[in-house]
Structures are given as structure tokens and as C-alpha cells.
């Protein structure tokens, strides 16, 4: 009923920029917080960047000053601004959101099958 598609992935140079695109869609009445988590191979999960439905942003340490998420509410959509990417950027990018599908209704985390991010010259 509800499904989160990334886009925006890709190969680029190290210094370089993409931004990440997270749709929501389906049977949606709300969208609480979203985040952006990214697993290179080898590693486990790990938590990039946050916002909630009030707009605050949290990061990770690695991406401060380098990483800018936001949100679209009009279009059910998060982005992920990355600028000065290193070659440890390099991993799979999922989105993660908290989705009310009713008014009043119980909220579910929905993960996105993810989008390749490669970092190399």
C-alpha cells in the first residue's frame, strides 16, 4: 500500500555532488520523520541523516557540513543533498519513513530498496 522509491544515484568523482530523491506514495495520511541510512558492503547499516515532520535535522558526524536533507511535504518527498563526496561515501543509500496510512491509524516504518551512491575517480 505504500512504497518509497529512491532515485538520484550514481558514479561521481570525488569533490563531486548528487542528491538523493526518496517518493513516498500509496495510501499516505501523514509522514513523520524520514531518514537516509547507507550500507557499504561489508558494514552494517548506519544512520546518514534525519528530519522529522517539524523540519529538525540531525546527522551523522561523517557528513556534517557536507550532507543537507530535506523535505517536500507537498510531493511526499525527502532529499539528500550531497556535496564534496569522499570515496568512503561510497555505499547503497536507503530511505527510512514513518508512515500513518489513516487519521488516527497506527504508523509503520517503510524502507526504500535503495540506490547505489559510488565515489571514485
Not at 555532488?17 to 524520514?34: D, E, H, K, Q, T
Not at 528530519?51 to 551523522?60: E, F, L
Not at 507537498?74 to 568512503?88: G, P
Amino acid at each position: 500500500q505504500v512504497q518509497l522509491v529512491e532515485s538520484g544515484g550514481g558514479l561521481v568523482q570525488p569533490g563531486g555532488s548528487l542528491r538523493l530523491s526518496c517518493a513516498a506514495s500509496g495510501s499516505i495520511f501523514s509522514i513523520n520523520a524520514v531518514a537516509w541510512y547507507r550500507q557499504a558492503p561489508g558494514k552494517q547499516r548506519e544512520l546518514v541523516a534525519v528530519i522529522t515532520s517539524g523540519v529538525s535535522t540531525n546527522y551523522a558526524d561523517s557528513v556534517k557540513g557536507r550532507f543537507t536533507i530535506s523535505r517536500d511535504n507537498a510531493k511526499n518527498t525527502v532529499y539528500l543533498q550531497m556535496n564534496s563526496l569522499k570515496s568512503e561515501d561510497t555505499a547503497v543509500y536507503y530511505c527510512n519513513a514513518d508512515i500513518r496510512t489513516s487519521s488516527g491509524g497506527p504508523h509503520y516504518k517503510y524502507w526504500g530498496q535503495g540506490t547505489q551512491v559510488t565515489v571514485s575517480s
